[in-house]
């Protein structure tokens, strides 16, 4: 029981903590940037979820949108 | 997404998920494109993409970008999300694409 009550306490406390949710910014400024100067993307070398490995080397010729992403 | 296959761009997502968890997430939403795993964290640094948060159980994570490389290897458009909450309207996108060459 004191276990489960110091723990709800730290998570009270870790919730507390967290930053309030930014406002939303000014969509005029989530926009694509151009890149300059340009420059070589760095090489990469990735498992796909087949097991084959992606590799930027290999897409050559095409033009590639990366995007991060994750489960935050 | 029709727009985008129809433009002959490799679309490719990339997290630091483990690649089974990609797999899985894959199959649930039926997506299209193609997902790979930077699950040893080599990409995301190279791309300025990753955000070291010691207080965070996951430690190391990406954040939202989006980069457009052209056909000779080259980066030609980029955004970096402080918040990745945000996202890009796919319109945006696809006219950055065009201008690469797509």
Request: charged share 25%.
């Amino acid at each position: 029981m004191r276990t489960a009550l110091a723990l709800l306490l730290v998570l009270t406390a870790a919730l507390a903590s967290l930053p309030a949710r930014a406002a939303d910014p000014d969509p005029a400024r989530i926009r694509m940037q151009r890149y300059e100067p340009a420059k070589p993307a760095p090489a990469f070398a990735l498992p796909r979820l087949d097991g084959k490995v992606v590799r930027l080397e290999d897409l050559k010729g095409k033009v590639v949108l990366v995007f991060f992403w994750a489960t935050w | 997404m029709p727009q985008f296959e129809a433009l002959n761009a490799q679309v490719l997502g990339v997290s630091a998920d483990h690649a089974a968890t990609l797999d899985a997430f894959t199959k649930q939403n039926k997506l299209r494109y193609t997902l790979a795993s930077d699950f040893r964290r080599q990409m995301l640094p190279a791309y300025d993409a990753m955000v070291t948060n010691e207080q965070s159980p996951i430690f190391r994570y990406a954040k939202r970008a989006y980069f457009i490389i052209d056909g000779k290897g080259v980066v030609r458009w980029i955004k970096i999300m402080d918040n990745p909450l945000d996202l890009l309207k796919p319109d945006d996108v696809l006219k950055a694409l065009k201008e690469s060459g797509a």
